[in-house]
Nanobody, 111 residues
Framework: QVQLVESGGGLVQPGGSLRLSCAAS????????VQWYRQAPGKGRELVAV???????LYGDSVKGRSTISRDNATNTVHLRINNLKPGDTTIYCC?????WGQGAQVTVSS
């Protein structure tokens, strides 16, 4: 059974940074694309970042230039670092591996 567990969310001040982690079990994160999405209340799902099985990366426009997605094969974890956080980044962030999704991590950006 494949399970994904996100961690690293929390309350951050505007301009701050955080690193979200997506720990997988039951399937290697290097086996296929791993995506991070976010969805604020009343808004559609928004792509944040993707890391392909070959290591290529793609970022959504809203975080491009201030985010880094990376993969640690030894711990079977994908990390997403976001810098210069803004109040508009406040929402739940979910990671996905193939058809499997985690429960999400809440990120709140507020002073």
């Amino acid at each position: 059974q494949v399970q994904l567990v996100e961690s690293g969310g929390g309350l951050v001040q505007p301009g701050g940074s955080l690193r979200l982690s997506c720990a997988a079990s039951g399937r290697a994160v290097s086996s296929e694309n791993v995506q991070w999405y976010r969805q604020a209340p009343g808004k559609g799902r928004e792509l944040v970042a993707v890391i392909g099985h070959r290591g290529t990366t793609l970022y959504g426009d809203s975080v491009k230039g201030r985010s880094t997605i990376s993969r640690d094969n030894a711990t079977n974890t994908v990390h997403l670092r976001i810098n210069n956080l803004k109040p508009g980044d406040t929402t739940i962030y979910c990671c996905g591996l193939g058809i499997y999704w985690g429960q999400g991590a809440q990120v709140t950006v507020s002073s």
